[in-house]
């Protein structure tokens, strides 16, 4: 039970139809999301009370519904669900839309009920210029059931960037069991090695980032297998996730980047903020 000196929770939230009071009991507690993780979502920047790139977040979201078995969200819905959202909250600076199986039994087979939207709102998230990170003892399965999706399973996600933040970290990185390097725990991984921008190709079993999408389009990059000890030879390297845009890596545990951020990152960085600033659904 929260204390009377929490502060109330921010933002807005849409529950199946419906704007909710914050921190109010809306989700049935046998939802699958819950019970299981057994759904699917997408978090958004928003900028000036508009969602940056909401098409291209929608269509994987569709795509992470249909990899995990769930009925497709109805995009109208959800497009619905997202202006309701920010009518209620216009200054948000982010977004997270989670479609879920919905009610079931306690246990992994799904109710036959329909499917359950939400929709929250929140402050932006302020990072800085460049973060230490952490490349993790354990693994991404890139052959698991659920690589290449944006699933609510995410516990795995919780205790890789729990044990990075022991060790003075922002973010965690896990190799897959090729030992390549992957993703983060929320965000996708490029490095500049010999002048050559490079990033883990999907195969690697990362996911396939929106904000990596972006940076594919507006650069030359190469996509190919990397070794994690290829960050001992980087001369700069940076990380891509919806909320941070394009942020600079100052260290791998003990290994730091020469350069943080490097001339590669503050170009990608302002053309990618540029990109943000003048298209918002690429």
Wanted: aromatic content about 4%; proline content about 7%.
């Amino acid at each position: 039970m929260a204390s009377t000196a929490d502060p109330p929770p921010s933002g807005a939230h849409w529950v199946n139809g419906q704007i909710v009071r914050p921190g109010a009991a809306a989700v049935s507690p046998v939802d699958h999301a819950i019970i299981v993780g057994d759904g699917v979502f997408e978090t958004l920047k928003v900028v000036d009370g508009v969602p940056f790139a909401l098409t291209r977040h929608l269509a994987r979201l569709k795509r992470s519904a249909e990899g995990l078995g769930l009925a497709e969200p109805d995009d109208g819905m959800v497009r619905t669900a997202v202006a309701e959202t920010l009518a209620v909250d216009p200054e948000a600076g982010r977004l997270r839309i989670t479609w879920s199986s919905g009610p079931g039994p306690l246990g992994s087979d799904r109710g036959g009920g329909p499917g359950t939207l939400l929709v929250a709102s929140s402050p932006a998230t302020e990072w800085p210029e460049a973060v230490r990170v952490h490349l993790c003892e354990w693994t991404r399965n890139e052959r698991g059931a659920l690589t290449g999706l944006k699933t609510t399973s995410y516990a795995e996600n919780v205790r890789a960037l729990d044990a990075a933040h022991q060790r003075g970290a922002s973010e965690a990185l896990l190799a897959n069991t090729a030992g390549q390097l992957c993703e983060g725990t929320g965000t996708n991984v490029f490095l500049v090695v010999d002048g050559e921008l490079i990033t883990p190709p999907i195969s690697s079993g990362c996911l396939a980032g929106i904000t990596r999408e972006l940076v594919l389009e507006l650069a030359d990059v190469v996509e190919r297998d990397v070794d994690p000890d290829e960050f001992a030879v980087a001369s700069e390297a940076f990380l891509t996730s919806s909320t941070r845009e394009v942020g600079a890596i100052s260290a791998v545990d003990d290994t730091v980047l020469p350069d943080a951020p490097g001339p590669v990152t503050a170009g990608m960085a302002a053309a990618f903020a540029d990109l943000v600033a003048t298209n918002p659904d690429p």
